[in-house]
T-cell receptor, first 113, second 110 residues
Framework: DADVTQTPRNRITKTGKRIMLECSQT?????MYWYRQDPGLGLRLIYY???????NKGEISDGYSVSRQAQAKFSLSLESAIPNQTALYFC????????????FGDGTRLSIL | GEDVEQSLFLSVREGDSSVINCTYT??????LYWYKQEPGAGLQLLTY?????DMKQDQRLTVLLNKKDKHLSLRIADTQTGDSAIYFC??????????FGRGTSLIVHP
């Protein structure tokens, strides 16, 4: 089983719809992150959380919100989806030590028509 | 803010060595990482180097760090078609939140 699981893997929806992307992990990590990937732009950080009571905005948080329901669960919501939010979204986790690398899920491909 | 730069594409012949370069601007960078992304998958950590090291070798992979020039490279020896992927350089400093480059697409042809 994957250590970091994202659902759904693919989603096509319409402009204006509310969408939730979910992430769960079995690694026992405290830190969780949401990124979006666009061709030629690499990864951009949307939100991150260092523990259940900690939520922080990343560089591109506008239009997104998150919820850290438990140590193992971190969800990303698009309250009213727009076409330029079409992208590949990744959840990642990491441990507390400074040299702990991030562990990524396989991504959610989101298309907004 | 911090910036990480990489070339977008690299094409090599199977069996040759590949060298992917990366430059970064954050002088407080502590850890530098290389990740690999295969089609349809997330990023997987290949290797990482602490900023007080200048070289790390792991089988076919060699990482070189020039801290003075803020330059990091990943060399893949005997490149195979299975090495075709996108390679991301990333650095993290005191915040432990990595900054990623845009990724280098490595294309290996026969």
């Amino acid at each position: 089983d994957a250590d970091v699981t994202q659902t759904p893997r693919n989603r096509i929806t319409k402009t204006g719809k509310r969408i939730m992307l979910e992430c769960s992990q079995t690694k026992g990590h405290d830190r969780m992150y949401w990124y979006r990937q666009d061709p030629g732009l690499g990864l951009r950080l949307i939100y991150y959380s260092f523990d259940v009571k900690d939520i922080n905005k990343g560089e591109i948080s506008d239009g997104y919100s998150v919820s850290r329901q438990a140590q193992a669960k971190f969800s990303l919501s698009l309250e009213s989806a727009i076409p330029n939010q079409t992208a590949l979204y990744f959840c990642a986790t990491s441990g507390l030590q400074g040299d702990q690398p991030q562990h990524f899920g396989d991504g959610t491909r989101l298309s907004i028509l | 803010g911090e910036d990480v730069e990489q070339s977008l594409f690299l094409s090599v012949r199977e069996g040759d060595s590949s060298v992917i370069n990366c430059t970064y601007t954050d002088s407080s960078s502590t850890y530098l990482y290389w990740y690999k992304q295969e089609p349809g998958a997330g990023l997987q950590l290949l290797t990482y180097i602490f900023s007080n090291m200048d070289m790390k070798q792991d089988q076919r992979l060699t990482v070189l760090l020039n801290k003075k020039d803020k330059h990091l490279s990943l060399r893949i020896a005997d490149t195979q078609t299975g090495d075709s992927a996108i390679y991301f350089c990333a650095e993290s400093g005191g915040s432990y939140i990595p900054t990623f480059g845009r990724g280098t697409s490595l294309i290996v042809h026969p």
